[in-house]
């Protein structure tokens, strides 16, 4: 496996939180995310009034990644300005499993305060394509 920068990662994560859209909750977040070509894309939460508009930064930083073509990750930092690091949502967790693979380290920051895990502990069980293989519900039967 790759070795990871984490600090320039951690330093994306917390630079692109101070641009996040945080008038509701004031919980700003911030994510870079590394690609295997070795480009980070980053992203901050962006919310909307209409609560089921806002967007996470780890899709955020993800979608934009996918936009400019790239496939394969190696490291995501989620940074927040809470107490405690704090992981993402289920909707981020299941897109990341979606494009990520279980494998993949995420740190999870919040001020000093740093622990990593990977992504399969953090999505156990995940929801993939293997479920929408037909060939496979009719060998069970």
Not at 44 to 49: F, G, P, R
């Amino acid at each position: 496996m790759n070795k990871i920068d984490w600090s320039e990662l951690i330093q994306a994560a917390e630079n692109v939180r101070q641009n996040a859209y945080a008038p509701y909750s004031r919980f700003t977040v911030g994510a870079a995310l590394k690609a295997k070509s070795g480009r980070i894309y980053v992203g901050c939460n962006v919310e909307n009034v209409s609560f089921g508009l806002t967007i996470c930064a780890e899709r955020n930083a993800l979608f934009q990644a996918v936009a400019a073509g790239e496939r394969e990750f190696l490291a995501l930092v989620i940074a927040t300005d809470g107490p405690e690091p704090t992981p993402p949502c289920g909707a981020c967790r299941q897109v990341l499993a979606e494009l990520c693979g279980p494998e993949m380290p995420v740190a999870l920051t919040a001020g000093p305060k740093r622990s990593i895990h990977l992504l399969g502990e953090l999505l156990p069980l995940s929801f993939d394509k293997s479920f929408l293989d037909k060939d496979k519900g009719a060998a069970a039967k």
